[in-house]
């Protein structure tokens, strides 16, 4: 199992993105930019086009040191480390998609450039609060990529996302149904979100829902999204999977988990 950015009992990896076709590296994107701009299409609509064209020329660029040199091109814009992980990372992922699938960009460029991206996300994320060390009382979420999977970006967006909205959010990447159980022994979650991309992965989430839902006092609800839902009916995967909600809607996962409620108590 891999753990989270920050987190003490693990390394960040960007590895997750290698070995993904173009297809998957345009979904993974899709993904994450629904869980964010679903209530926000304003703050799309004004990304920067040349921003966003020099990291992508930093993202296929020989010189993997490029998209480091960038930061001062992003603080002459005003552009927030917000803005970078919930808009511009996504839209430059998907970018790099459609490249492949436009046949303009080879396979290796797309998985280098995919993990230059998410070492700068990992890069702008570091001032976040992380799940060991979040608020006392904060809602909290287990946020969990099941085993197989080849992409995190998704859901690592969504865990900055969550973050910065007050929520505790526990990242957990490939985890075994063994490990899960160790960790709602451990901790308590006021909610679980599993990101998933493909169909041949719903018998694993099926099992990890199972897990989740051992423990029937907790009450643990559970949100399932990911690309799968581009392929999929959100019906026949909320059958099959036993998911209580699935949506690419963060803020509407949000809601549906309880977690709004739950912060609105905490302000009381």
């Not at 969550?162 to 929520?167: F, K, T």
């Not at 979100?193 to 051992?214: D, F």
Request: net charge neutral; glycine share 10%.
């Amino acid at each position: 199992m891999v753990s989270e950015p920050g987190m003490q009992d693990g390394n960040f990896s960007v590895d997750g993105l290698r070995g993904l076709s173009g297809v998957g590296i345009t979904r993974l994107a899709t993904d994450a930019m629904a869980r964010i701009a679903a209530r926000d299409s304003a703050a799309c609509a004004t990304l920067k086009e040349p921003v966003v064209a020099a990291m992508m020329a930093a993202a296929r660029s020989r010189d993997p040191g490029v998209m480091n040199r960038l930061w001062s091109d992003f603080r002459r814009s005003k552009i927030s480390d917000r803005m970078l992980a919930d808009h511009y990372i996504p839209e430059v992922a998907r970018r790099l998609g459609r490249r492949w699938e436009d046949d303009t960009a080879s396979f290796a460029e797309v998985s280098i450039g995919s993990a230059r991206l998410q070492t700068l996300l990992h890069e702008v994320s570091k001032g976040w609060v992380a799940g060991g060390t979040a608020i006392p009382g904060a809602a909290t979420v287990l946020m969990i990529v099941p085993p197989g999977e080849q992409h995190t970006l998704g859901a690592v967006v969504a865990t900055g996302w969550l973050r910065r909205n007050g929520v505790s959010v526990c990242l957990r990447i490939a985890p075994t149904q063994a490990e899960l159980a160790a960790i709602l022994a451990q901790r308590r979650f006021d909610g679980a979100m599993i990101s998933v991309a493909c169909h041949e992965k719903l018998e694993t989430c099926t099992g990890l829902v199972k897990t989740l839902k051992e423990d029937p006092s907790a009450g643990l609800r559970i949100a399932l999204g990911g690309a799968i839902l581009e392929l999929e009916r959100g019906e026949d995967v909320a059958a099959v999977s036993g998911a209580d909600i699935v949506t690419n809607d963060l803020p509407k996962a949000v809601e549906a988990l309880g977690l709004t409620a739950r912060r609105t108590l905490m302000a009381v």
